[in-house]
């Protein structure tokens, strides 16, 4: 058996996680401060993961430990499960599905569930929801679980949509209820049930980096003092997307933190 081993955690090394499964990783696993990349054959790796060590082990099933190990995310009034771990879902919780490895947004790391559990808290029925870079679609689909009418993902990569749509059919989310397009704000988007492309929620798990660069876009696209749900923020990051918000005259900013993450929530300008 291959075993790509990459020094640091899920968490540390979240923005390489996507460079491993496209060099084609058939599974990913953290074992005592670090990454173990599962391969078929040896692969050229990107320089931004190249600082592993290959190594040639005995051949397990890993897939069954993997299986075995990983466990149901509790998050607001939402449950994110795989597919085998269904009947493990509380009474009273709402599941959702998600594949493991398809797409980043199982709901294991800390960003998604606070963002789930934002959403949890925030009065969805009948409202439009906006999730930016959708990845799994796991926002989405959670938002519109919890009761949301429409809810359109983006992202820029294509290879993430075919995925949240499947990831929508598996929950049961209907078409006409959320629809999974490749793109970003500022780009041409389907409007999806909200007018003029504004919306009355607005989601995005993304890097600070990125927050401050849409702050703009995002105010264009809420609703006048409607909830912004942002996260995927390093707590060294924090200061940026905070001072972003108050460029664009966002109000009632928020912040929580779990661990070295933060999840930020506030009202877009009157």
């Known amino acids: 058996m291959l075993v790509y081993h990459l020094p640091g955690t899920l968490d540390t090394r979240e923005a390489h996680l996507d460079l491993l499964w496209e060099a084609g990783a058939t599974g990913l696993e953290e074992r005592a401060g670090t990454i173990r990349a599962y391969f078929e054959i040896r692969a050229d790796l ?8 290959w190594r040639l082990e005995a051949d397990q099933d890993w897939l069954a430990e993997f299986k075995a190990n990983l466990k149901p995310v509790t998050a607001g009034r939402v449950t994110i499960v795989p597919p085998w771990l269904t009947g493990e879902v509380p009474t009273g919780q709402l599941p959702l599905i998600i594949e493991p490895g398809m797409a980043f947004g199982t709901g294991h790391h800390a960003t998604t569930r606070m963002a ?5 808290a925030v009065p969805l029925d009948g409202h439009s929801v906006l999730d930016v870079g959708t990845g799994s679609g796991v926002l989405a689909i959670a938002a519109v679980l919890l009761g949301a009418r429409t809810a359109l993902g ?26 999974f ?30 927050h401050d660069l849409l702050a703009g876009e995002y105010a264009a696209h809420i609703i006048p003092g409607g909830p912004l749900i942002l996260t995927g923020i390093l707590a060294g990051k924090l200061s940026m997307v905070q001072a972003a918000l108050e460029r664009e005259d966002f109000t009632d900013v928020t912040v929580r933190m779990d661990g070295e993450w933060a999840l930020v929530t506030a009202r877009a300008p009157q």
Do not use: K, M, W
């Open 46 to 53: 990107p320089a931004e993961i190249a600082d592993g060590e």
């Open 154 to 179: 983006v992202d820029i990569d294509p290879q993430t949509i075919p995925i949240a749509r499947e990831n929508a059919q598996i929950n049961g989310v209907p078409d006409g209820r959320a629809a």
């Open 116 to 120: 789930v559990e934002a959403l949890s």
């Open 181 to 210: 397009v490749e793109g970003t704000l500022g780009s041409d988007l389907p409007e999806h049930a909200a007018p003029d492309g504004v919306y009355d929620v607005l989601v995005a798990n993304l890097y600070a980096e990125l």
